[in-house]
């Protein structure tokens, strides 16, 4: 089966970065996306990012989009979220998730790890 490690949240001042890694296994680079959502206390879960690992195309939400990079690497076995200029409406939960191409919906999922981002 596909499994999906998130990893790399923590505290950071506004303003300041951190950069995210999902580390997946057990997958075929050709077949699979693997995209970045977060949810914040008390409000559903967005979106963020998606990069699909065959040709690296990527995908930002409007709210990330200029701050946050999705990058793949050589090996294509991890996704990284470089998080820039973070501000308080960061704060969250953040979960790497993948999909199959052509599946309706991420069928795997990875542990969360929280960001928090101090005003």
């Known amino acids: 089966d596909v499994q999906l490690q998130a990893s790399g949240g923590g505290l950071v001042q506004s303003g300041g970065s951190l950069r995210l890694s999902c580390a997946a296994s057990?997958?075929?680079?050709?077949?699979?996306?693997i995209a970045w959502f977060r949810q914040a206390p008390g409000k559903e879960r967005e979106g963020v990012s998606r990069?699909?690992?065959?040709?690296?195309?990527?995908h930002y939400a409007v709210s990330v989009k200029g701050r946050f990079t999705i990058s793949l690497d050589d090996a294509k076995t991890t996704v990284y979220l470089q998080m820039d200029r973070l501000s308080p409406e960061d704060t969250a939960v953040y979960y790497c998730?993948?999909?199959?191409?052509?599946?309706?919906?991420?069928?795997?999922w990875g542990e969360g790890t929280l960001v928090t981002v101090s005003s």
């Open positions: 998730a993948g999909q199959r191409i052509g599946a309706s919906g991420y069928g795997y």
């Open positions: 990069i699909n690992l065959k040709d690296g195309n990527s």
């Open positions: 057990e997958f075929s680079v050709d077949d699979y996306a």
